[in-house]
């Protein structure tokens, strides 16, 4: 598979958009789970993360929260960096 970046014209192109997910007690060790999330902007990703979440969750919904959480945070500074800077 080629996977890459793509950047170019988009109907909204200062709109963003985020997608977040979390695996459940991914580390067997631990019994922490992994979260990740992308955050595109005019359909390119601008922000993105992927790392063992610092607690250990109880359940796959805290787990997906949690990551909501680092993703939503992400999305904020995002749009008050963008809206500062236009």
Same mark, same amino acid.
Do not use: N
């Given at each position: ?13 200062? $709109?963003?958009? !985020?997608?977040?997910? #979390?695996? /459940? ?7 922490? @789970? ?17 790392k063992?979440?610092?607690? $250990?969750?109880? !359940?796959?919904?805290? #787990?997906? /929260? ?7 945070? @992400? ?8 809206y500062?800077?236009?």
């Amino acid at each position: 598979m080629d996977y890459k970046l793509q950047y170019g014209p988009h109907p909204h192109p200062t $709109a963003f958009t !985020s997608f977040s997910d #979390a695996d /459940f007690t991914g580390d067997a060790d631990s019994a922490k @789970s992994t979260a990740g999330f992308v955050l595109l902007m005019g359909g390119g990703a601008v922000s993105w993360s992927s790392k063992l979440q610092s607690c $250990a969750a109880h !359940s796959t919904t805290e #787990a997906a /929260f949690i990551a909501g959480e680092s993703c939503t945070s @992400s999305r904020i500074w995002a749009t008050k960096w963008h809206y500062l800077k236009h």
